[in-house]
């Protein structure tokens, strides 16, 4: 009883009372109107009346959402509200709760009431203060004459005062228990509420590891490919100023194509339309060589089929592999020639990249398994096949991915 928390509870369970006083005229009306009717009939009419207002009340979403801040406030029970207008047998369970808090309430408010007066009318008419009583030996309670005897005020007076005072406390902490209860089965997230906050849960972790993978592919790609050509223009600056000036103009082009992936990456941060996407398929791989070869790499390429009738979706990924396989053979490969290979054949397309390993170096370089496995999981939700590994002294990725036309 000397927590906080049991008077805010007993407060949110009164103010159900004042709330519904309204909806109780409303109801109370046609009874009235009703004169013939006997008073048990008038009496139903009008209980039946009010749950349903009350029940159309609990109907509306601001009420539900009241409710929430308002339980989370006052009870202290952790509340979460749902993603989505409710469905199905749930929109019945913000009723009910309005319907058993509207009954709890009234019934707390008149217990609680009556064992106020009951412990300070007597105290009242002790102290003379409800009117004298009938004589020396006599109090009158509630219309009632009490026969009393000597050193009944200070023997029952105030021990009933203070009895009946906790009593009334007391019928307040249980109903602020009983809301404390209730409110997590009726105002919480039902089973089918919480798979469909798990869902959207899921969507965003999704949304966060695409935005993670295109600023590892795209951005990666071209700041990794910026950096080895300012590496370059500084070597040639003196000795060669126009391979000098053809590295910065490498430079120019990646930071180009960085904004433009960041816009796309901006894009899928703040969930616009898919549009936003820069629309990079297999036909921007020749300009992604023509960038690596300003780097100073070497880039032997082996394009054949015809591109043009695969589908968006496949072009569009089998980019982004081919540009994350090339970053990490410039990230970790030994410097030497990168052959391109890719195969666009009636149901099947064909990637492949084969670079030279790095001295001392078998895994291709610890921190381009991190790209790996980006890789492996796009060919995976592709339906494909990927082999990456060293070779003797190459490494070589391999991927083959299902051509699907539509009908």
């Keep these: 009883m000397l927590r906080g928390t049991t008077y805010r509870g007993a407060l949110f369970a009164l103010v159900a009372v004042p709330a519904s006083v309204p909806l109780m005229v409303l109801a109370l009306v046609p009874a009235l109107a009703w004169h013939r009717g006997p008073d048990a009939v008038k009496a139903l009419v009008f209980l039946l009346l009010w749950a349903a207002l009350l029940g159309v009340l609990g109907l509306a979403g601001v009420t539900r959402r009241v409710l929430l801040r308002a339980g989370r406030r006052l009870l202290g029970v952790p509340l979460s509200a749902p993603a989505g207008r409710p469905r199905g047998a749930d929109r019945w369970r913000t009723p009910l709760w309005v319907l058993l808090h509207a009954a709890l309430g009234w019934a707390t408010a008149l217990l609680a009431g009556m064992l106020l007066l009951a412990g300070l009318v007597p105290v009242g008419s002790w102290l003379g203060l409800l009117g004298k009583p009938v004589s020396g030996e006599q109090l009158v309670w509630f219309g009632q004459v009490v026969r009393v005897r000597q050193g009944w005020p200070g023997a029952w007076v ?39 906050a798990a869902a959207q849960r899921e969507l965003l972790l999704a949304g966060r590891n695409r935005l993670a993978q295109e600023l590892h592919d795209s951005i990666g790609h071209t700041l990794t490919a910026a950096t080895i050509q300012a590496a370059v223009a500084g070597e040639l600056l003196s000795a060669d100023p126009a391979a000098a000036r053809a590295a910065l103009l490498g430079i120019e082009q990646s930071a180009r194509a960085a904004l433009d992936d960041l816009d796309y990456v901006l894009g899928v941060l703040r969930a616009e339309a898919a549009g936003t996407a820069p629309a990079r398929g297999l036909a921007d791989l020749p300009e992604l060589l023509d960038r690596l070869r300003h780097t100073g790499a070497v880039v032997d390429s082996e394009l054949s089929g015809d591109w043009a009738r695969l589908p968006c979706t496949l072009s569009r990924e089998a980019y982004r592999i081919l540009q994350e396989g090339l970053t990490n053979a410039l990230r970790h490969g030994g410097g030497g020639p990168i052959a391109v290979r890719v195969v666009a054949g009636p149901g099947e397309l064909a990637l492949a990249i084969v670079n030279s390993l790095a001295s001392g170096n078998s895994s291709n370089g610890q921190r381009g ?23 003797g002294s190459q490494w070589q990725l391999a991927v083959r991915l299902p051509v699907r036309r539509s009908a």
Excluded: I, M, N
Excluded at 163 to 185: S, T
């Design 369 to 391: 398994q991190r790209g790996l496995l980006g890789l492996r999981e796009r060919v995976r939700l592709l339906q494909g096949e990927l082999t990456a590994g060293p070779d």
């Design 158 to 196: 105030w021990p009933v005062a203070a009895g009946c005072l906790l009593a009334a406390v007391a019928v307040c902490a249980k109903a602020a228990a009983v809301l404390r209860l209730l409110a997590p089965r009726l105002l919480g997230l039902s089973a089918a509420e919480r798979l469909a």
